[in-house]
């Protein structure tokens, strides 16, 4: 297991092709479709081809990427959290997504804190980004929790979304 960091209640570790279960259920949320996109994962195929090409890839040309969260008192993968580069943007950026009954629970704030914290370190980033939809109230909150300041809209993927950025 490569894990990334932990945190008190958390495991945040790298995906492994044995999490195919995990990508199924996590990207054919309700949630995940309306904030993120249908990544079109339904079958094992799939889940391989989106880790491969997605997490572990950006694992890497990076070094870090999107990550497992497993929540420790029951070794139960609840979501992911992690620093990706998009060719869209100018710096890595946070994203996260996190199963429908682990949410409002402080979990992503959790993970996010704990990744921000280790990965800008690690990598010897000083800024990061983040984007979300502007009607996505809970991660708007959450960046800003984090301490994320809004820089304004840009369209990303033929949609208009919340661009943050947070400096160390």
């Known amino acids: 297991m490569n894990i990334v960091c932990e945190t008190e209640s958390l495991v945040i570790r790298k995906f492994e092709l044995t999490d195919t279960d995990f990508i199924i259920s996590l990207l054919n949320e309700e949630s995940f479709f309306r904030y993120i996109a249908d990544k079109n994962v339904r079958t094992h195929d799939d889940a391989i081809r989106y880790l491969t090409q997605g997490p572990i890839a950006c694992y890497n040309t990076h070094g870090f990427g999107l990550n497992m969260v497993i929540l420790k008192s029951t070794n139960t993968p609840i979501g992911m959290c992690g620093l990706l580069k998009r060719d869209e943007l100018d710096l890595p950026d946070l994203g996260y997504a996190f199963l429908s009954q682990y949410c409002g629970k402080g979990y992503a704030f959790e993970a996010a ?56």
């Open 113 to 168: 804190e704990a990744v921000i914290s280790d990965e800008m370190k690690r990598y010897e980033l000083t800024k990061i980004q983040a984007v979300t939809y502007p009607d996505n109230i809970a991660s708007n909150k959450l960046l800003e929790k984090l301490g994320f300041e809004l820089l304004g809209e840009m369209e990303l993927y033929g949609s208009v979304n919340n661009l943050y950025q947070f400096q160390c």
